[in-house]
């Protein structure tokens, strides 16, 4: 019988943005990020593969990142960690997040995170 290997922490095969929620320390799972016109009634749930953020800017070209679209994303992130009391952290790209605290505080970082998933 041979062991697993644990082989550490995983960056997401996920495409830029996307969110890293903490279910405890260094345990979590990533989902993607995605701007939509409209959301369901009931909203997103961090079980969602997919959690959409309501496009502030639907006639921008699709896939930029612009600052009204990113100061909604945090706003929603944060909005998110505090309501599932969950640690989070906002990915846009290569060296640029947005980590989120339940209590609402928010810090950048050039330090994207790593996650061990469940599963």
């Known amino acids: ?3 697993r290997k ?18 405890m320390p260094a345990i979590g799972a990533y989902r993607q ?3 939509v016109t409209e959301l369901d009634a009931d909203g997103p749930r961090s079980t ?6 309501v496009d502030p800017e639907p006639s921008a070209p699709a896939g930029e990142l612009t600052p009204a679209r990113r100061a909604a994303a945090i706003a929603a992130v944060v909005s998110w960690s505090h309501r599932w009391e969950k640690r989070m952290a906002l990915c846009f790209g290569p ?3 947005v980590y989120v605290e339940p209590d ?3 810090a950048e970082s ?4 790593f996650v061990n998933v469940l599963g």
């Open 1 to 3: 019988m041979s062991k």
């Open 6 to 23: 644990n082989r550490g922490p995983q960056p997401p095969p996920l495409p830029y943005p996307y969110l890293a929620v903490r279910f």
């Open 33 to 35: 990020v995605a701007f």
């Open 48 to 53: 969602d593969e997919v959690i959409g953020i």
């Open 95 to 97: 060296g640029d997040a």
């Open 104 to 106: 609402g505080r928010t």
């Open 110 to 113: 050039d330090h994207l995170p």
